[in-house]
Nanobody, 115 residues
Framework: QVQLVESGGGSAQPGGSLRLSCVAS????????VAWYRQAPGKQRELVTQ???????EYSDSVKGRFTISRDKTKNTVHLQMNSLKPADTAVYYC?????????WGQGTQVTVSS
């Protein structure tokens, strides 16, 4: 089993930056693909970015060129560097790890972008 803990959320002004971290405990984490999702108030949870074990990286069009996902296998950690933040990026961000039929979620971290 894998436990995921997100951190790094908070408030930022438009154009600012935040760095989220997802730290995993449990065995075999490096076999999992890891994704960041977000959910804004009144909206469905959406996929922001994903990094596979190969690694292959994908981004949603809304964050491409602004967000960067990275993985430190030695520390069981995945980071999400968020630059040029917009008010539309305001949401709760969730870390997700999945492998075959297994999937785990973190508790989420709030990101608020406003002036």
């Amino acid at each position: 089993q894998v436990q995921l803990v997100e951190s790094g959320g908070g408030s930022a002004q438009p154009g600012g930056s935040l760095r989220l971290s997802c730290v995993a405990s449990g065995s075999l984490f490096n076999r999992y693909d890891v994704a960041w999702y977000r959910q804004a108030p009144g909206k469905q949870r959406e996929l922001v970015t994903q990094i596979t074990t190969h690694p292959i990286v994908e981004y949603s069009d809304s964050v491409k060129g602004r967000f960067t996902i990275s993985r430190d296998k030695t520390k069981n950690t995945v980071h999400l560097q968020m630059n040029s933040l917009k008010p539309a990026d305001t949401a709760v961000y969730y870390c997700n790890a999945h492998w075959v039929r297994l999937a785990y979620w973190g508790q989420g971290t709030q990101v608020t972008v406003s002036s």
